[in-house]
């Protein structure tokens, strides 16, 4: 999997729109980026997966620039319930092997 | 349809005792992963099933630790003699194996170990 970098907080509030950027340098030509969200004492839930441009489903958009070497998670009008912690993951269809990092722990504030 | 199920949620145990976590993935999914979350860490992968072939044994800590899937569904991770440094959060999770879509896992909702 190739290494990302993500903020390790963001404060925001119910209403508002959260952009988080993830930074994959290394990225391959195979990677696919997905992002899983997780709220305290759950599993991580899948929420989007994209490879280039974007990508967009119920739950949020994904931007990919022409160089793949970052991607922005955006959550259009964040609810309370949208604080989780969101994780960033590089790595094509073999890698398995998932490895998270402390991840983005965005907090909704009314 | 049912998500992944692991039980218990939460375990107590005295160091020096045998735990036993179960995994019941999801209906079809022949992928099974193991993890572990240690407090305020990321994700750690311990083993990892895919039907029929050698599990993938490679981030399992030590020799305490050991996992079985049976039948190709329910899975069972075995940690001997506890030790405290084992108490963490034990995620399971299950994924189609469906090449060439990018693999998504579904995890489960975690069995909490505690150690004293």
């Known amino acids: 999997l190739a290494k990302t970098t993500q903020p390790i907080s963001m404060d925001s509030y119910e209403g508002q729109e959260v952009n988080i950027t993830c930074s994959h340098n290394n990225i391959a030509t195979n990677d696919y980026i997905t992002w899983y969200q997780q709220f305290p004492s759950q599993g991580p839930r899948f929420i989007i997966q994209g490879y280039k441009t974007k990508v967009t489903n119920e739950v949020a958009s994904l931007f990919i620039p022409a160089d793949r070497k970052s991607s922005t998670l955006s959550l259009p009008r964040v609810s309370l319930s949208d604080t989780a912690v969101y994780y960033c993951?590089?790595?094509?269809?073999?890698?398995?092997?998932?490895?998270f990092g402390a991840g983005t722990t965005v907090t909704v504030r009314a | 349809g049912a998500g992944v199920s692991q039980s218990p949620s939460n375990k107590v145990t005295e160091k020096g005792k045998d735990v036993e976590l179960r995994c019941d993935p999801i209906s079809g999914h022949t992928a099974l992963y193991w993890y572990r979350q240690s407090l305020g860490q990321g994700l750690e992968f311990l083993i990892y099933f895919q039907g029929n072939s050698a599990p993938d044994k490679s981030g399992l800590p030590s020799d305490r630790f050991s996992a079985e899937r049976t039948g190709g569904s329910v899975s069972t991770l075995t940690i001997q003699r506890t030790q405290q440094e084992d108490s963490a959060v034990y995620l399971c999770?299950?994924?189609?194996?469906?090449?060439?879509?990018?693999?998504?896992?579904?995890f489960g909702p975690g069995t909490r170990l505690l150690v004293l």
């Open positions: 999770a299950s994924s189609l194996w469906d090449r060439g879509s990018g693999e998504t896992q579904y």
């Open positions: 993951l590089v790595g094509d269809e073999d890698d398995y092997k998932l490895s």
